[in-house]
DNA sequence: CATGAATGAGACTTCATTCAT
DNA sequence: GATGAATGAAGTCTCATTCAT
């Protein structure tokens, strides 16, 4: 009841540790594939038992989620840099850019789709707020893209379509973008490379 | 040692019942969800022991890199009516269609980049001649697309790029499209519309 | 060493502390069965921490063994206003009521009989003045029962048996009952009806 | 589909191995409670790893009621072979001393009630047929009771009740009796009698 | 060839209990 | 006194894979 200074800090560190433990997922996620992202091994990794996981997150889907919205917050952060371009073309590759990090250190392995249509892929017991959270961050960045589009410089630039269905075209291509030019480990399995490719698609657009 | 007409027969008697199996495997991975593509549920569904399905396939991942080759050539078969049609900007859209099939058949439970690019996910005991053949028929439909776009009609309507230099952009373009407008079981989670969506990308295009 | 006013008055508040945990306690045990009733549920929901459960009771077995206790005695207290019955039977007929809704309310989760036959099954770590008090509540509504037995229009009525033999058999037909009459989610689970089966065993026995 | 020979050892042995299990576990039950009932235990003490134990036990549920079936049917063998007495007061007497094998072997740890009444106590995945074959057997049972009571000499025995309405009564009866005379370790915890209880109401009842 | 019983590791999760603060 | 974070053992269950028959 009462919210004492204490309660505060607790919280606080329990926030922080709720960080610590989803960096420690990322860094596992990354190194070896998301089948080796099991709530025991993060544990491990991150100095805990396993039960003590549970703690933070109600369950596995829930830490998930969790790296989910954190990936996109900071995605959000970044892509608000891009809007004090002047020019939206260079905004938007920026943007692109900050996509492509995003993609590799965690969409690549995760869908963001997974968690907004469960379906039956698993994710139903999931903290209904988180799904909230997660979805306003999504309507931002959507949001986000489309102020830039609806800049004057950029207005009328896709064939004069209107902003708001420029935004899918444009998020299509880049995740397709980013997607198909994923780095391999070694470079003869690459197929395309990104740079080229967003030259190319900023080429035709305009 | 000898290669008797029998021997042959066997190879092509255990060709057809891996064909049999993969359909089998298909079906469950779209009824069910990836998680239920057990080889157990695939040796019920298909009428034989656990056991005997390692007859067919070394492991569990080659069963599901066969599912993607004989995905992947399905699709081929498809975009290769496509080619016949006199006007190229309707051939790439029907080869969009195509994907998006074989992308909501398969590719949308799993990436072809697990494969390709192997990495640590989990899939390091393959074949290496079956990811040969994967590569093969990836490069085909790369051909293909590539050949479409040089037909007469098409040639230097991307502002003149290059064909090979197109061939990407259009692939981004279509992976992105066809991802972000996946049906949701729900329409209003649903986020854009296939076909509204492809008109808008063709518009632009040209 | 010096009992002064304050230890009374604290052992009187964590006497009531207790009292208040096991209402608690009760309450998780009827909502939610006893797989509920675990030290965190019930610390929450009494609005402590689990770690001070600990004060208030040795460990979860005695908190068990608390409620057992506080229900006898609600049930000796109820039983005890029927003695003030003219009519034994209709005495012994409440008495059977009373003990139905002990049972419903508790008995039926957790038997006496697990913490009086400790034998094995996992109570050995209680505190034996509990164990002590329970048996005497015990010997005291067996007393109580053979009292009534013994007043004078009941004196001779189970074909002369003497009132401390009888009271056994009364029991057992009462427990029984009340066990093979409870009432099951669905009425047509529910195997027999207590109100018509208490009347034939008073017809019976008189 | 064929159902050859070899299918019907197979499954014979499949059932034998079903017993085993189920004599192991009935065992542990017997000798360290209910709690003790785990499937690795009962995995272990058998000699099999405890993964094996799904490949005859659906899950713990199945097991249980497993052990709850054998233990009925074995009652219900033994309750058969009382008919043949001539004297209808004596069947029901060896009746009693069956149910008190059988709930000092089963029935004292689990209620038949949790399974017929499956409500929210966990019983939620249960094999169907089994719930009705438990069903079943448990009506043979009454049936058989009943078929006792309605001999000549036991008719009209009980004040002129009618015997389907006798069975209820003597079934609360038996069972609380058995209840409260269960042996405890030490003979000075053991409340009442289980031979002169029996004694007693049968003088009662006749 | 084919079978399916068996394995054993490992997944998630819960919970009574302890202990530094 | 009180807290609640942390533990660690134990629970149920699944699954790819092997191997005697």
């Given at each position: 009841?009462?919210?004492?200074?204490?309660?505060?800090?607790?919280?606080?560190?329990?926030?922080?540790?709720?960080?610590?433990?989803?960096?420690?997922?990322?860094?596992?996620?990354?190194?070896?594939?998301l089948?080796?992202?099991?709530?025991?091994?993060?544990?491990?990794?991150?100095?805990?038992?396993?039960?003590?996981?549970?703690?933070?997150?109600?369950n596995k889907e829930e830490l998930l989620l969790c790296m989910l919205v954190q990936n996109l917050?900071?995605?959000?952060?970044?892509?608000?840099?891009?809007?004090?371009?002047?020019?939206?073309?260079?905004?938007?590759?920026?943007?692109?850019?900050?996509?492509?990090?995003?993609?590799?250190?965690f969409g690549?392995y995760i869908n963001i789709l997974s968690f907004t249509i469960r379906e039956d892929s698993g994710f139903n017991n999931l903290n209904p707020e988180m799904v909230k959270e997660l979805k306003d961050i999504l309507?931002?960045?959507?949001?986000?893209?489309?102020?830039?589009?609806?800049?004057?410089?950029?207005?009328?630039?896709?064939?004069?379509?209107?902003?708001?269905?420029?935004?899918?075209?444009?998020?299509?291509?880049?995740?397709?973008?980013?997607?198909?030019?994923?780095?391999?480990?070694?470079?003869?399995?690459?197929?395309?490379?990104?740079?080229?490719?967003?030259?190319?698609?900023?080429?035709?657009?305009?």
């Open positions: 009841m009462v919210n004492t200074i204490f309660d505060q800090l607790r919280q606080q560190e329990k926030e922080n540790r709720r960080f610590a433990i989803v960096d420690v997922a990322e860094k596992i996620l990354h190194d070896k594939g089948e080796a992202v099991t709530i025991r091994n993060v544990a491990k990794m991150a100095g805990l038992s396993s039960g003590s996981m549970y703690m933070y997150f109600k917050k900071v995605l959000k952060k970044d892509m608000d840099t891009c809007m004090d371009n002047q020019n939206p073309m260079e905004a938007i590759k920026k943007m692109a850019y900050h996509y492509k990090s995003y993609f590799i250190r690549k309507s931002k960045l959507l949001a986000l893209v489309q102020e830039t589009l609806s800049a004057p410089p950029m207005k009328g630039a896709l064939k004069g379509l209107p902003p708001e269905r420029c935004v899918p075209v444009l998020w299509a291509l880049i995740q397709g973008l980013v997607q198909i030019t994923i780095p391999a480990p070694t470079p003869e399995d690459t197929f395309f490379d990104f740079d080229q490719l967003l030259e190319d698609v900023t080429h035709i657009l305009i």
